[in-house]
Nanobody, 125 residues
Framework: QLQLVESGGGLVQPGGSLRLSCAVSGFSLDNHAIGWFRQAPGKEREGVSC????????YYSESVKGRFTISRDVAKNTAYLQMNSLKPDDTAVYYCAAPPAQTCERLQAALYDYWGQGTQVTVSS
């Protein structure tokens, strides 16, 4: 059974940092791409970042490029999203997700089959 469990969200001031974790079971990060998405109230789900298990390439949305970094620890079967220089408009529920593939599918949410429960990130002074 495939499971993804996010953790690490919380309240942080603008300019601060958080690291989100995604613990994976039922599949290996050697064989599936892993991505991060976020959704704020009233807005569509947005693809944030992904790392391919095929070639290790990483992808980022323009809104987070240069501030966020995705990584994975295959031995721990855990993915991470390091978030720096946080802004109030980064506030959202963050989800990790996996497609049934090794590639990132251009961070299209509809092509990701496996989702975590989400963790809330709030950026506010």
């Amino acid at each position: 059974q495939l499971q993804l469990v996010e953790s690490g969200g919380g309240l942080v001031q603008p300019g601060g940092s958080l690291r989100l974790s995604c613990a994976v079971s039922g599949f290996s990060l050697d064989n599936h791409a892993i991505g991060w998405f976020r959704q704020a109230p009233g807005k569509e789900r947005e693809g944030v970042s992904c790392v391919s298990s095929l070639d290790g390439n990483t992808y980022y949305s323009e809104s987070v490029k240069g501030r966020f970094t995705i990584s994975r620890d295959v031995a721990k079967n855990t993915a991470y999203l390091q978030m720096n220089s946080l802004k109030p408009d980064d506030t959202a529920v963050y989800y990790c997700a996996a497609p049934p593939a090794q590639t990132c599918e251009r961070l299209q949410a509809a092509l990701y089959d496996y989702w975590g429960q989400g963790t809330q990130v709030t950026v506010s002074s």
